[in-house]
């Protein structure tokens, strides 16, 4: 799943992928899950841990969607302005497609065939 978003006047795609939540444990050597379970994103008193999230999910989603961007540092550093706020409420609704099931239930493809 992808999505393009503006980010100080650019267009930015993020990609999520199956190997999104491995990726992120490999590279940030955080859990993603607990990382997203605690997450708190509240604009008036947004902590560090919550701007790294962003930080860190948004460019490994631009790195996926783009492999030409390498570098973290660099790739925020392009940017002026980097709203944390606007782009939190993004970064977890692709984070989110990573945990959701598409399968139904087994009890209920068995009472749809029981029919």
Known sequence: MDKIINIDGREVKLKVNGGTLRKYRRMFGRDPLADITNLKIDEETMSMEVVDFVYNFAY???????PDIIDQDEWLESFDLFPVADIAPVVVELVSLCLVS?????????EIKGQ
């Open 102 to 110: 598409n399968v139904e239930s087994k009890k209920k493809a068995l």
């Open 60 to 66: 490994l989603m631009a790195s996926t969607a783009n």
